[in-house]
Structure formats: structure tokens, C-alpha cells
């Protein structure tokens, strides 16, 4: 069943700072150049969430967790859980946001790129490095976007359909 986070109805990130909407509207614009189209609150199928999940004209899946504090980004033991879903993981920050803890062991180049955003753009600062996904797991989660994707046009079109299937 769909529910109402499945549609757009509500906007990305609603429940969320302001400042976390502008980021992703800025990685949005930057993916938007490179051919990589994304989704908001992507429902992962280990429970996880990611907060944006983009697919590019190959097929490539990159995922974008937003932080917008360093106590959220210190305490997010669970981004390591996303990794299985995509080929590429960055961070996305705002403009202004410290980057030293992205130097580090955990957080740093051999796992993970860095973005910073803000409302009207965003730079890769470091690009991710590529880990391609199975193929059986490229296949089921490229469809499984795709489904997502349409679900939420078919919203946008009629909100009533969230609450029919």
C-alpha cells in the first residue's frame, strides 16, 4: 500500500530543516547536469531510508545521504547499511559546514564522496569511488526505482491513487 511519503504531495524532506531541502535541491541541479536523475526518501529494502537515491544513463545507482549538523552526521552509525544498494555513496552538506570530519578513516575518500550544496547548486568536492553492484542486485533495484519514480508521478497526477492500492 502507498502511502502518503510515496507520492509528492508533500515535499522532500518536509519533516526536515529548511536548510536539508536546500541541499537537495542543489544536488538535485548538479545531478540534474551529469544525466543522474533522483529520488527523495528512498525506502531501502533493509529498512533503511536513504535520503536521496539517484540513477544515471547507464544504470549506475548513486545514493546521497544529507547531513546538516556534525553531532548528525557523528552519530549516524547506519550509512555503511547503503552501501549495498548503490555503486557510488556521497555526503551532501551545506555550504559553510565544516569538512575536517570527512578527512578521517571512517568518512573519508576510500569509502565515500563529498557534495556541498546550497538552494541554487552544488560541487563535488570529492568524487565517490565506484563499487558496481551485482548484477542480480543492479537489476532488482533498478526496477524497483523505476517503480518508485512512476508511483509518485501516478500521484502527482491524482493524489487520490495514494490511498487505493
Known amino acids: 500500500m502507498a502511502t502518503q511519503s510515496e507520492s509528492r504531495a508533500d515535499p522532500c524532506f ?3 530543516p529548511l536548510v536539508a531541502q536546500d541541499v537537495a ?3 538535485t541541479r548538479l545531478f540534474f547536469r551529469s544525466d543522474l536523475f533522483a529520488l527523495c526518501e528512498v525506502p531501502l529494502p533493509n529498512g533503511r531510508r536513504a535520503d536521496m537515491m539517484a540513477i544515471g544513463p547507464k544504470g549506475q545507482l548513486v545514493i546521497v545521504e544529507i547531513k546538516v549538523s556534525r553531532a548528525d552526521l557523528l552519530g549516524d552509525q547506519k550509512w555503511c547499511d547503503y552501501l549495498d ?3 557510488r555513496f556521497f555526503w551532501a552538506v551545506p ?3 565544516s569538512l575536517e570530519p570527512f578527512d578521517g578513516d571512517g568518512l573519508g575518500p576510500d569509502c565515500a564522496g563529498l557534495i ?3 538552494r541554487y547548486d552544488a560541487e563535488v568536492i570529492r568524487d565517490a569511488p565506484d563499487r558496481p553492484l551485482a548484477a542480480a542486485r543492479r537489476k532488482a533495484e533498478t526496477l524497483r526505482f523505476a517503480r518508485r519514480a512512476a508511483r509518485r508521478l501516478a500521484g502527482d497526477l491524482d493524489p487520490g491513487l495514494a490511498g487505493l492500492d
Open 14 to 16: 518536509s519533516d526536515m
Open 25 to 27: 535541491r542543489g544536488v
Open 85 to 87: 544498494y548503490c555503486d
Open 95 to 97: 555550504t559553510g559546514f
Open 116 to 118: 556541498v550544496a546550497d
